[in-house]
């Protein structure tokens, strides 16, 4: 869900940053049918998610939310994140965000016949919608959690979350740092 994040710490590598992309489409065990630069972004990925899963960072950002959001923390959580990286983006990156994400559109639609089913489906409308410049604003984050909470099997509170950013934002704000900072040090594969 978080896919700016995993833009992100893919770092330049246009196959490690389309791994990073597709990680959330690809399940299962990783073969030969992708490059090897894109299956080293999908494992970067995984170990991403596994951190995610294990970090005080991102524990204490899920137990900062209102329990009646249950399983779907961690899916708010994911989308604060790409939402704070938006936000303070020129603290991360030397590009531009909105030349960052034209880079990514662009490698996108080069890369069409790679993408797995799912992410082919979205991926034009991730272009035309701009969803990952988007996330910056909060109105957008909101139209995610709609969106997302749509598509669960049973109806959950997640498509309020957003006012989760009202009541403790500044506190996930400082999780999402220090889960960057953890992140960072995760080693790069190489993608050849």
Not at 2 to 29: I, R, S, T, W
Not at 34 to 41: N, Q
Not at 86 to 95: G, N, P, R, S, T
Request: net charge negative; charged share 25%; aromatic share 8%.
């Amino acid at each position: 869900m978080n896919y700016l994040v995993h833009l992100y710490l893919a770092g330049p590598d246009p196959e490690l940053q389309l791994g990073g992309l597709m990680g959330d489409f690809v399940k299962g065990p990783l073969d030969d049918r992708y490059p090897p630069g894109i299956v080293a972004g999908l494992r970067l990925h995984r170990s991403i998610d596994s951190l995610a899963a294990v970090s005080p960072h991102c524990r204490a950002s899920r137990q900062r939310l209102h329990p009646r959001f249950g399983h779907t923390r961690a899916v708010l959580v994911d989308i604060f994140y790409d939402h704070f990286l938006a936000v303070h983006w020129d603290e991360f990156h030397h590009l531009p965000l909105s030349t960052f994400t034209a880079d990514i559109y662009r490698l996108l639609r080069d890369h069409h016949d790679h993408l797995p089913a799912g992410l082919a489906l979205v991926a034009p409308r991730m272009a035309e919608h701009d969803w990952l410049t988007s996330y910056r604003n909060r109105d957008s984050v909101e139209i995610a959690l709609k969106r997302i909470a749509t598509r669960l099997s049973r109806p959950t509170a997640l498509g309020e979350g957003v006012t989760e950013l009202e009541h403790c934002g500044e506190e996930l704000l400082g999780d999402f740092r220090g889960f960057m900072r953890e992140a960072q040090q995760l080693p790069k594969p190489h993608s050849r």
